[in-house]
């Protein structure tokens, strides 16, 4: 196959940090090429090179796209050829409708005045291309994230893309809606389109993609031919349609070697068995409804307990209701006409508002670190001890010092990689903004801790030290709750599950008995008629 990018000696700097090292990149026309590594290992940089986020001029190297070199000034000049680029958090306006979201930027009109027929028209084409069935005039907030992904998607087709750069684009989603994304760019390679695909999900890079380069403290490090694997393996060979669909020729444990410079034996820390101690949490007959529709109960009548030093985990499927419940204990920070009761340590807890909830010891690290989790403008300095002010203030007034030496230890503690505790939190990778909200609520002292998706979009090597911390803060008494919608995680990290479907727990069991499939079972059983 013909190679339509090359990326040649890209070097990208930002002030005490070298995001980007001379990296280069081959990618041949109508392939899925996978671009892996930790998080930190430059690759949302190389590809906001690559489109244009940050202009030519702002790096050193060259992009060779189509033969010619490419100085892209904008990415409006990368999406005049083609290339387009979905970004982790969706670029979508909730209040408009998905047509209007596919054709925002690009719309539909003649003389100044849009044509809403044509838009309509060719909204519904656009979506009946990704799979999606709705009304193009529903709006984007009436559609779940696996549905906007794909409308994502279909505004891409939009603007004739012919590279589809994809950053994290599964960290979102249930494994039904993950599977049919995955088949979708299948179909694009069908169709000629190429595609530049981020993910931590090792699995899903296994039976889609056919290159992987691996980058690693910004440089690239290895490139791995997923389809002469194939071939030399006496497969269907390089060619064949879906020949790398199986991944029969990539080896996770060679990845992830590549990835973090060092083997992972076991994904998961070791835990030395134990007997959890007292209760330390318990919520009986906890109901919440709807913050706009009040008919709706999004948590049914739950009750369940939390141990001293167990990790429990909380499973189900997108809509469950699980964030909402850990939301909703947590300072009643969702929901209305919340009832039930709550008792920490014995004593009926005050969970009446945020405040009341930090002190009655208990802790939220919520799903979504970037909007609710951190104050991104501003530095690991000031993020770390925000949950517990008090404890660095005299009479009142922050005391700077005592503040620089809070952050000074959590970062060493939690090896939270940065030019300096002045570094803004926006410039750093997910993995490590996610070791400053977990800072954050330890600095806190909490009883216990809900961890909400707490290794979304998180490589393997960073995951496993928040697993390690995990272990830690249960093995000094603390009472984890850990929501995932990763199952391998749960069943790797807990001692103890719930499961959870339609607003109830339909299910409880020790993880030694547990499995992905009982879980599902449990789940499924739970939907059907009585």
Sequence with gaps: MSVILEM?????????????????????????????????????????????????????????????????????????????????????????????????????????????HETHDRAAELMARVGLKENPEVLVDELGLGKQQLVEIAKALSKNVRLLILDEPTSSLNETDSAKLLELLLDFRKRGITSILISH?????????????????????ARMDCRRRDADAGGAGADAPGAAAEGAGVDEDEIIRNMVGRSLEDRYPARVPHDPGEVVMEVRNWTVHHPLHSERRVVDDVSFTVRRGEVLGIAGLMGAGRTELAMSLFGRSYGRDISGEVTINGVRADL???????????????EDRKT?????????????????????????????????????????????????????????????????????????????????????????GAKFEIYTVIRDLAAQGKAIIVISSELPELLGITDRLYVMNEGRFVGEMATAEASQERIMATIIKSGEPA
């Design 8 to 116: 040649r000696g890209i070097t990208k700097e930002f002030p005490g940090v070298k995001a980007l090292d001379n990296v280069s990149l081959s990618v041949a026309e109508g392939e899925i090429h996978a671009l892996v590594g930790e998080n930190g290992a430059g690759k949302s940089t190389l590809m906001k090179v690559l489109s244009g986020v940050y202009p030519h001029g702002t790096y050193t190297g060259d992009i060779v796209f189509d033969g010619k070199v490419r100085a892209f000034r904008g990415i409006r000049d990368s999406e005049d050829l083609g290339i387009i680029i979905i970004h982790q958090e969706l670029a979508l306006i909730p209040l408009l409708s998905v047509a209007e979201n596919i054709f925002l930027g690009n719309e539909r009109a003649r003389r100044g005045i849009i044509d809403w």
């Design 201 to 221: 999900k090792l699995n899903e890079i296994a039976k889609v993609a056919d290159t992987i380069t691996v980058l690693r403290d910004g440089a690239a490090v």
């Design 352 to 366: 009446s508002s945020v405040r009341s909830a930090i002190n009655a010891g208990l802790a939220y690290a919520t």
């Design 372 to 460: 609710l989790g951190l104050i991104l403008d501003d530095t690991i300095r000031r993020n770390v001890p925000l949950a517990h002010l008090e404890a660095i203030a005299n009479n009142g007034v922050v005391d700077r010092h005592r503040e620089a030496e809070v952050a000074t230890t959590y970062r060493s503690r939690l090896a939270i990689k940065s030019s300096s505790i002045e570094q803004a939190t926006v410039n750093l990778s997910g993995g490590n903004q996610q070791k400053v909200v977990l800072s954050k609520w330890l600095f806190a002292d909490p009883d216990i801790l809900i961890l909400d998706e707490p290794t979304r979009g998180i490589d393997v």
